[in-house]
């Protein structure tokens, strides 16, 4: 946290050339506690003021949300520094200069307190708020200023990094709220309004459209994004604040924005209402949240694994592996399928698979569609339930490798599988270099893979491989790569 605000930094490389695009990240404030209390009824706010019409003004929108719409401020207190650990003498006179205090063994030294500033949306009249969780993460204490310039210490009653949502509770009665609408139904081009707190000078209102829908930001990979888009101006102090439609309902929760400069650019991103009323009502429920799991592991699916897979579209989720004993197992999920429908809906990729399966409650019995040799087919699976914590998936850096894929591999032994972190039994070659300028590279060939299969036959030999890769029809081949303790496909062309 820096003056008042948190930024982390993205850096977004496109490998092919390589071109690399630098920009921020920025949450747009900080904050982390845990409580659980017994859940609310939340209210409905009235009908939703009708949508405004084109040049006409938008103020009795704004006067009902505005009252809604709260300023969370934050204080993390340091650590004290303890002096049993002396700090050099020559350090010490730079901050003290010469006439510097002694120092004195025992003593612990205050480092200060660290101030953010969010914004947060009231969901029930008694005093449930919605915002997000880097807003309140690690915070000792939270305080909540209305717009009517009350201000009230609020409790943190759960959090949610993987979606980046927190619920907090002030002691308050007959509050205004927002009605949460549907966030689904929303469509690109429709008016919105973004209102929160920007750098921390008072309510505002900004206007735009979204821009987008579904959108995962660079550095997403760990958590659970379908952000809306929007070009309503978003900047530092309105994370947590609300994105509301033409016709004041709760669309969105403003989380982020994407900037070279680290200001607004009309890159602003807000968690879709749909996704943050089921986290708000397990948060208020159970202070935690539970998710569901299949026991697979997916990707997305590129033209030309599309093409080496024989699918007319790239839409749909590739399962790239299977854990043994999972809910996916017991449904007859297998390597190579493309689930196509998850629940009834349709499946666009693996993001969107990931988001559905994870809102689905654990014991829940769904219908998995899924295209398998070009034949649909719907299994039932029964959902598990999601453990938190995540394997490390680091993998060794790239050296020179051979041949004209600019690769060298060796055949796997129990030794070198265990290397390799692989099972033993694993059956395969082992990618021992790679030319990072050369064809493997380009298709994320890494050192350390096992490849298994090439075009669903087995590889057991650098023989074997340059036989399977040897191909004139012109298509990429297909490969199964084993990971650490994933299983991935990846295609390889030559040229």
């Known amino acids: 946290m820096n003056n008042g605000y948190l930024r982390n930094g993205v850096v977004a490389a496109i490998a092919a050339g390589v071109v690399t695009m630098a920009a921020w ?11 659980a209390t017994p859940a609310p009824t939340v209210a409905s706010a009235p009908a939703a003021v009708p949508a405004a019409v084109a040049g006409a003004s938008y103020a009795p929108v704004v006067e009902r949300v505005m009252p809604a719409v709260v300023t969370i401020r934050v204080e993390k207190r340091a650590t004290m520094v303890p002096t049993d650990q002396q700090i050099p003498d020559d350090l010490f006179r730079r901050f003290f200069g ?6 004195r063994r025992g003593q612990r030294i205050p480092r200060g307190v660290e101030r953010g500033l969010g914004s947060g949306v009231i969901v029930s009249q008694d005093g449930y708020i919605l915002t997000n969780n880097h807003v309140v993460d690690s915070a000792d204490t939270v305080k909540v200023d209305l717009p009517d ?80 888009q929007t070009d309503a101006a978003i900047n530092h102090g309105n ?52 998710r569901a799991k299949l026991g697979i592991r997916v990707q997305f699916i590129t033209a030309d694994l599309a093409n080496s897979l024989g699918l007319s579209s790239s839409k749909g989720a590739l399962v790239s592996g299977v854990d043994a004993g999972s809910p996916g197992e017991k449904a007859g999920l297998k390597q190579g399928d493309v689930i ?21 409650t654990p014991g829940t019995t769904v219908p998995v ?23 490390d998936a680091s993998t060794p850096a790239a050296q020179r490798g051979e041949g004209k894929f600019g690769m060298s591999v060796q055949p796997l032994t129990p030794d070198l599988a265990e290397e390799a972190g692989v099972p033993r039994g694993t059956q395969g070659v082992l990618v021992a270099d790679v030319d990072p300028s050369g064809l493997a590279a380009e298709s994320q ?33 297909l490969l199964l790569v084993h990971r650490k303790d994933a299983t991935i496909f990846l295609t390889l062309r030559a040229k």
């Open 340 to 360: 196509t429908a998850y629940n009834g809906r349709p499946v666009a990729d693996n993001n969107q698979l990931r988001n559905a399966v994870a809102a689905t």
């Open 149 to 228: 310039t009350r201000s009230f210490t609020a409790k943190v009653v759960g959090t949610d990094p993987a979606t980046d949502l927190a619920v907090v509770k002030i002691d308050a009665k007959s509050l205004p709220t927002l009605e949460i609408g549907d966030s689904d139904a929303v469509k690109v081009g429709d008016v919105v309004l973004a209102v929160g707190n920007p750098l921390g000078i008072g309510e505002t209102v900004t206007s735009g459209i979204i821009s987008a829908k579904g959108r995962q930001t660079p550095d997403g990979s760990d958590g659970y994004q379908d952000f809306l």
């Open 369 to 391: 569609e899924v295209l398998r040799d070009g034949q649909k087919h719907t299994l039932q699976a029964t959902v598990g339930e999601l453990d938190a914590k995540r394997a």
């Open 25 to 35: 990240r920025a949450p747009l404030a900080s904050t982390y506690l845990w409580a």
């Open 445 to 477: 060939i890494q050192p350390g893979d096992v490849i298994e299969k090439v075009d669903g036959r087995a590889v057991k030999s650098g023989e074997d491989l340059k036989a399977a890769l040897d191909r004139t029809d012109g298509k990429p081949s």
């Open 239 to 290: 994370s947590g604040g609300a994105l509301v439609n033409a016709g004041g309902q709760l669309i969105g929760i403003n989380s982020q924005i994407l900037s070279p400069s680290d200001g607004n650019i009309g890159l602003g991103f807000a968690i879709p209402s749909n996704m943050a009323k089921h986290v708000m009502d397990q948060l208020i429920s159970n202070g935690a949240v539970r």
């Open 98 to 103: 010469e006439q510097a205090p002694q120092q």
